[in-house]
């Protein structure tokens, strides 16, 4: 790949990142509250093992060819899980960008804007990123979505895509942050990256370079590090 290598930094400390990206349904967004509030008008109640049963479904979905919108993913997956009717689930899928964020995620991340750049890589569609950022009331410095690149994390193609579109080579001071480690953290420590994982109620923890409780965390380490490293 090409672009400017994202170097090392001491061994006892991860180095100031220079880019961030994020994962972002579960992780910026409350991905849960948003499919609990989206299920609750058909009377289904959204339990930790239904969630968890529709993010799996979700994850067989994307891992088929060929490629489809997340919004299709999305309206498949509670048509087969929960058995909702077809034109609610694809009312869902179309609306996922307009869940509700985190009340951290706003402030942290335009702490981190300031810091680094900072870009979504995100199983979503192109509708979905003007309508979060709207939300959020920020832009963030690239969105990189499932619809744009052709397929779905974990997959490490997306990877590959998002250091070309970027400009970057894999390396420490590239940091990706999720709370999804089965999705994200894997593929992403495999190239080196700096993982981040970010203990979401519903997160699914896996082996990072730093566990964070939130994105305010987030942004206040990475404030220490790019002020050390000044």
């Given amino acids: 790949m090409s672009g400017p290598s994202l170097a090392s930094a001491p061994e006892d400390e991860p180095p100031a990142p220079a880019l961030l990206t994020f994962d972002v349904f579960g992780t910026v967004l409350d991905w849960r509250r948003g499919l609990a509030d989206a299920l609750a008008p058909a009377g289904i109640a959204l339990g ?5 049963r529709i993010v799996d479904a979700q994850g067989a979905l994307e891992a088929r060819l060929p490629f489809r919108p997340y919004r299709e993913i999305v309206a498949e997956s509670l048509r087969t899980v929960c058995r909702l009717d077809a034109a609610r689930a694809a009312a869902v ?6 869940w509700p964020a985190y009340p951290d ?3 942290a991340l335009r702490r981190l804007l300031a810091r680094a750049r900072c870009a979504a890589m995100t199983n979503s569609d192109r509708d979905h990123g ?13 969105w990189l979505c499932a619809e744009e690149v052709r397929c779905y994390k974990p997959d490490p193609r997306f990877w590959r895509e998002a250091a070309a579109r970027l400009g ?6 590239w940091w990706h942050v999720s709370a999804y480690a ?9 190239l ?8 979401r109620p519903h997160a699914r923890p896996g082996a990072a370079t730093l566990d964070v409780p939130d994105l305010s965390a987030l942004a206040a380490l990475a404030d220490a590090l790019v002020d050390r490293s000044a």
């Fill in 48 to 52: 930790d093992a239904l969630f968890d």
């Fill in 130 to 142: 003007e309508e979060v950022q709207a939300r959020l009331g920020l832009r963030l410095s690239a």
């Fill in 168 to 173: 970057v080579a894999p390396g420490p001071r």
């Fill in 182 to 190: 089965d999705y994200d953290l894997g593929v992403a420590r495999e």
């Fill in 192 to 199: 080196g990256l700096t993982t981040v994982f970010v203990a």
């Fill in 93 to 98: 899928g179309a609306a996922v960008g307009t």
């Fill in 105 to 107: 995620s706003a402030a």
